[in-house]
């Protein structure tokens, strides 16, 4: 009778928790094929997820596929998956009805977010009896996040007060929240990517007071300089392809921190823009900056589970960059005026084009024998449909990724009319090996194949 081949066995045993360190830095490594203990079978390479929140919906006629199925061309908002197009499901169909008034009137934007990972009603109060729901991504950060620093990781492109009202009469904290611990907790989100590398990484100003860190701020050594004898004394202990990987690593650790202090403050030698100029091109490096700092949480395993909100619900912010200074919101209430689609479409085309980056870096990070994306599964989309309609059904929703194989993609699937998001995300906590067999208010789930 013949046996079952052995899994590959590996001989080097690094610690998974290896640091590079020099005086007052450390810099964690991503997973290397050495840090497999030694003469035993190749691990189980870990599963992320990521939630993606789009404020004030799309423009949806240029969202949505006219063909179904795998055969479908990608209309103008989604062009720019093309390169990830494989790796990609777009849903029609999917609705959360939590997010629809039920005899509270207005406060569409509030309860969108609110709504959007729980898929629970708000309760429509301003004061400090906030009821929505556990969100999913903590619902997998409670059963998965335990071999993390971080169970999970919360982001956003905006500050968000947590008290007062923002939208007829919710509280704040539906608005500018998506991660809710408990009904009546949501989980506050980073929106400074300095803040959010000194957390993951750690910070070489972190011990110097103010005045310090302004004097010396122009010729302070970057953390990977503190730490480069410690990095050439581990690559002599490492394989061809971890001292590649390693590389790969340390470089994008590098270009990320420059890209930082350019958005920190420019140059002392360029004369400072218009203010309206400035925080246009700032969001833009910020965006960038956001989507790095979670591909490196993801790629170091410092976190599995994160979300990340474009703009707090109802967000007005203009992109004078893009030809666009209106606000978004505004814009969202078109009236079918061609000059606000106009606009619109081009906030929602450079939201994409963003996204599509995020997507190809998580690709091109080779991890096993494929990409992080491959082990990765991100949720995107919005809690409004059409912004002027402010309709909660019809959402648009991207599946994206791998997650280590559950997920097939390249297809765009049309659901029956309002299917509960829901039902996606209890097929997204299953696949990954949670026991739930309800989520909000889900009637079963969807195939991610």
Request: charged residues 25%; contains cysteine; aromatic residues 6%.
């Amino acid at each position: 009778m013949m046996r079952a081949p052995m899994p590959p066995l590996r001989r080097l045993a690094l610690d998974r928790r290896t640091f590079l360190r020099g005086t007052g830095a450390a810099i964690a490594l991503p997973w290397l094929e050495a840090m497999q203990p030694a003469l035993a079978p190749t691990r189980a390479l870990p599963r992320r997820a990521l939630f993606v929140f789009a404020p004030n919906g799309k423009k949806m006629d240029d969202w949505t596929p006219a063909q179904t199925g795998r055969s479908f061309a990608l209309p103008f908002l989604l062009e720019p998956l093309a390169p990830v197009r494989d790796r990609v499901t777009v849903f029609s169909g999917l609705a959360i009805d939590g997010g629809r008034a039920h005899g509270d009137g207005p406060g569409d934007h509030a309860r969108a977010a609110g709504s959007f990972l729980t898929c629970a009603h708000p309760k429509k109060t301003g004061g400090a009896d906030l009821q929505a729901g556990v969100s999913v991504d903590q619902v997998l950060a409670a059963q998965t996040g335990g071999a993390t620093t971080f169970a999970s990781l919360e982001l956003g492109m905006e500050k968000g007060n947590q008290a007062g009202i923002c939208d007829s009469g919710y509280s704040c904290a539906y608005s500018n929240n998506i991660a809710w611990r408990n009904a009546g907790t949501p989980v506050a989100k980073e929106h400074d990517p300095r803040a959010v590398f000194a957390r993951l990484f750690g910070d070489p100003d972190r011990a110097r007071d103010a005045a310090a860190a302004e004097r010396d701020r122009a010729t302070r050594r970057s953390v990977l300089d503190a730490v480069l004898a410690d990095s050439k004394a581990l690559q002599g202990r490492l394989g061809s392809t971890d001292r590649q990987k390693l590389d790969q690593y340390l470089t994008a650790v590098r270009e990320l921190e420059q890209r930082l202090q350019r958005v920190e403050a420019p140059a002392a030698d360029q004369p400072a823009p218009p203010a309206g100029v400035l925080a246009a091109r700032t969001f833009a490096d910020k965006l960038a900056a956001m989507y790095e700092l979670l591909a490196l949480a993801f790629a170091t395993d410092r976190t599995r589970i994160a979300t990340f909100m474009l703009g707090n619900a109802g967000s007005n912010r203009g992109y004078d960059f893009l030809g666009v200074p209106e606000g978004h919101h505004d814009l969202s209430h078109h009236g079918k005026k061609p000059e606000k689609l106009a606009g619109i479409r081009k906030i929602n085309r450079f939201h994409t084009e963003a996204f599509a980056v995020f997507l190809q870096r998580l690709t091109a990070h080779r991890e096993g024998d494929g990409g992080l994306l491959d082990q990765t599964l991100v949720v995107y989309g919005s809690g409004i449909g059409d912004g002027d309609r402010h309709n909660h059904d019809d959402l648009p929703v991207l599946l994206c990724g791998g997650g280590g194989g559950v997920h097939r993609g390249g297809a765009h699937v049309r659901l029956g009319k309002d299917t509960p998001m829901a039902n996606l995300y209890l097929a997204v906590l299953q696949a990954y090996g949670c026991r739930d067999e309800r989520f909000g208010d889900s009637t079963g789930t969807l195939d991610l194949r």
